[in-house]
């Protein structure tokens, strides 16, 4: 059984003068257990909204979204998410409490939450930057105390919302490779929201591409059968699997486009 | 150290060129009895310092400003903590806080004496008064800026809505209750000085009233100065409280 399932959902914004936004309207998906899925689509086309709604920030107008067949209600501590900015960090915090806090909330001794948070402290390279804030740490290192804040709270599922969007290409290529390696080693099922082609062949196991917004829903999947060392922008499948993506992507580029204007 | 250093130099330069100014002012443009030269001032304020005046007026004012500043906080804090997280609390309260901070403590300076005395009950009412409201706004304010991502990351990570409440709004509305504090303390200043020139029977306002009738201008001078002076100390020791104990809370400052 999939890990995620979302059938037939539809999400309608009511904006203050009355008038309704239809974001998404009858989309389907179903996540394995273990599976990197990227969705992929162009900017308003929802992909937030969806993240959102596994994540149990919002609320699904009609339809069903299940995690392990059970129906959701509300966020919980088995999905952990990972936000596209740093104002979700606690910056009275330092490093380590931001990576404690999830485990320190659920009632994890002192002992034990300090030993995992500096675990997964080490996992994403921040060894030595334990008594640091936010605010003394660059943007790669803010993203990678988020991505360790999550897995020390060890969650099912991880959801990211453009959690590289905002950083150099140097550093985001850097932190692809290292997320790579974190999902390959915990072996954890991912929902990773981008626009970006590049990184969703990089990363994704699959890849679900959406139509323009409003009432938008997945055009169609594409499977990334790349081995680890195919999945260089240069290699000949790699520039394959871009094409069949782009293909199927270049119209929604220009709906959204004209419908911006 | 050097940057202390640095800083304290920068401050002792300004006064030392406030002073100069004060004295060439005094002595050279405005040649009158009416504004004494800074060292008759401070000739004044040693021997008002040696006879006991000075240090007396002093504590009563900042006792009074102390009570009341307070117990302004103590009440904001909760109250606005309330309003910023509660619509319905808000509703209601926003009657009584959007309808009496527009009404100065000065002018509340006659009610206060006729319902609490001349002596310290109305002192106290008086900067609770002047206190509690920029305490409300501010801490409220707070609450409603706390950036929704924080609140969302807590939730997911397992917080329950009271752990959010505390261990995220409540640290997060810091920076904003500390501000409120430094601007009720300035208002407490101007606020004590007028209800001890209406209506007191000690503090500096009292000492300032006092002066005139007898037109003891170097007196007035010595409570002009020394009230620019606690001022000074007051922001600074707030400021030097704020890095020191709660700067991990507030990173911009």
């Known amino acids: 059984m999939a890990l995620v399932q979302l059938a037939n959902v539809s999400k309608v914004y009511r904006s203050l003068r009355g008038t309704d936004y239809e974001a998404v309207r009858g989309f389907s998906l179903d996540i394995e257990p273990g599976e990197f899925f990227c969705l992929l689509g162009t900017s308003g086309c929802g992909k937030t909204t969806?993240?959102?709604?596994?994540?149990?920030?919002?609320?699904?107008?009609?339809?069903?979204?299940?995690?392990?067949?059970?129906?959701?209600?509300?966020?919980?501590?088995?999905?952990?998410?990972?936000?596209?900015?740093?104002?979700?960090?606690?910056?009275?915090?330092?490093?380590?409490?931001?990576?404690?806090?999830?485990?320190?909330?659920?009632?994890?001794?002192?002992?034990?939450?300090?030993?995992?948070?500096?675990?997964?402290?080490?996992?994403?390279?921040?060894?030595?930057?334990?008594?640091?804030?936010?605010?003394?740490?660059?943007?790669?290192?803010?993203q990678r105390i988020q991505i360790a804040r999550v897995l020390a709270n060890e969650p099912q599922i991880l959801l990211m919302d453009e959690p590289f969007a905002a950083l150099d290409a140097h550093t985001r290529a850097a932190m692809q490779r290292e997320l790579l390696s974190i999902w390959r080693a915990t072996g954890k099922t991912v929902l990773f929201i981008t626009h970006d082609i590049d990184e969703a062949i990089i990363l994704a196991t699959r890849i679900g591409v959406m139509h323009a917004g409003p009432a938008s829903k997945l055009?169609?999947?594409?499977?990334?059968?790349?081995?680890?060392?195919?999945?260089?922008?240069?290699?000949?499948?790699?520039?394959?699997?871009?094409?069949?993506?782009?293909?199927?992507?270049?119209?929604?580029?220009?709906?959204?486009?004209?419908?911006?204007? | 150290m050097r940057q202390w250093l640095g800083r304290l130099a920068g401050y002792l330069l300004g006064f030392a060129s406030l002073f100069l100014i004060w004295h060439f002012a005094s002595t050279w443009l405005l040649n009158s009895v009416l504004f004494p030269p800074p060292w008759r001032v401070i000739v004044k304020a040693v021997e008002l310092t040696e006879e006991g005046v000075l240090g007396d007026q002093v504590m009563v004012s900042m006792l009074r400003i102390s009570t009341g500043f307070l117990g302004g906080t103590l009440i904001g804090i909760p109250l606005g903590l309330a309003i910023g997280s509660f619509t319905v609390v808000r509703r209601l309260l926003e009657p009584y806080t959007e309808f009496l901070r527009f009404i100065p403590a000065t002018a509340m300076i006659t009610v206060a004496v006729i319902w609490f005395g001349i002596g310290e009950g109305s002192k106290i009412f008086l900067i609770i008064y002047t206190t509690v409201f920029i305490i409300i706004i501010n801490t409220a304010a707070g609450v409603a800026a706390v950036a929704p991502n924080k609140i969302r990351a807590a939730r997911s990570l397992g917080a329950s809505r009271a752990q959010v409440f505390f261990f995220v709004a409540l640290p997060a509305t810091v920076p904003y209750i500390l501000t409120g504090m430094r601007l009720a303390m300035a208002n407490s200043f101007v606020t004590i000085i007028a209800a001890e020139l209406v209506a007191a029977n000690s503090g500096l306002g009292k000492m300032i009233w006092d002066s005139r009738m007898y037109m003891l201008v170097d007196q007035i001078f010595?409570?002009?100065?020394?009230?620019?002076?606690?001022?000074?100390?007051?922001d600074r020791l707030f400021r030097w409280g704020i890095y020191a104990f709660a700067g991990r809370f507030s990173p911009v400052t």
């Open chain 2, 222 to 234: 010595v409570a002009l100065l020394v009230l620019g002076l606690l001022g000074f100390t007051t």
């Open chain 1, 219 to 261: 055009k169609g999947v594409v499977d990334v059968t790349l081995s680890e060392s195919e999945r260089d922008r240069t290699h000949d499948r790699f520039v394959a699997a871009y094409r069949e993506v782009h293909e199927m992507i270049r119209d929604e580029v220009a709906i959204s486009l004209q419908r911006a204007h």
């Open chain 1, 50 to 142: 969806v993240l959102n709604m596994v994540a149990g920030f919002e609320r699904a107008t009609s339809g069903d979204i299940r995690i392990g067949g059970a129906a959701i209600d509300g966020p919980g501590a088995d999905r952990g998410v990972v936000f596209q900015g740093d104002d979700s960090l606690y910056s009275w915090l330092t490093a380590l409490g931001n990576v404690e806090f999830g485990l320190r909330m659920r009632g994890i001794a002192r002992r034990e939450r300090d030993r995992k948070a500096r675990q997964y402290l080490e996992l994403v390279g921040l060894t030595g930057q334990e008594h640091k804030h936010p605010t003394e740490l660059s943007g790669g290192m803010k």
